[in-house]
């Protein structure tokens, strides 16, 4: 079992930045992926991002995202960071932290998410 605690949300002006970080309770290294999820008010949950365990960790972002959003992981304190800038309304939403344990989506650990709000 994974347990996913999600920080770093809260309030930015458009064009900001922001970390969000998301801390497991066992070895990230040996999860199989571990990626960032979004869901706005009223739209449905997308993905925004993900980052595997092997070969230093391939990457994969939405196109919403790609090019302002950074995902990127830290083996020894088992945490994965989402780093945003430039950032949007429509970036507005609750980020969800998860884990894909064995791959292929067998086993999968959410974290509770952390609100993000983009507003001047």
């Known amino acids: 079992q994974v347990q996913l605690v999600e920080s770093g949300g809260g309030l930015v002006q458009p064009g900001g930045s922001l970390r969000l970080s998301c801390v497991a309770s066992?070895?990230?290294?040996?999860?199989?992926?571990m990626a960032w999820y979004r869901q706005a008010p009223g739209k449905q949950r997308e993905l925004v991002a993900n980052i595997t365990s092997g070969g230093g960790g391939s990457t994969n972002y939405a196109d919403s995202v790609k090019g302002r959003f950074t995902i990127s992981r830290d083996n020894a304190k088992n945490t994965v960071y989402l780093q945003m800038s430039s950032l949007k309304p429509e970036d507005t939403a609750v980020y969800y932290c998860h884990a894909d344990d064995l791959g292929w989506g067998l086993v999968e650990y959410w974290g509770q998410g952390t609100q993000v709000t983009v507003s001047s």
């Open positions: 066992t070895s990230i290294f040996s999860i199989y992926a």
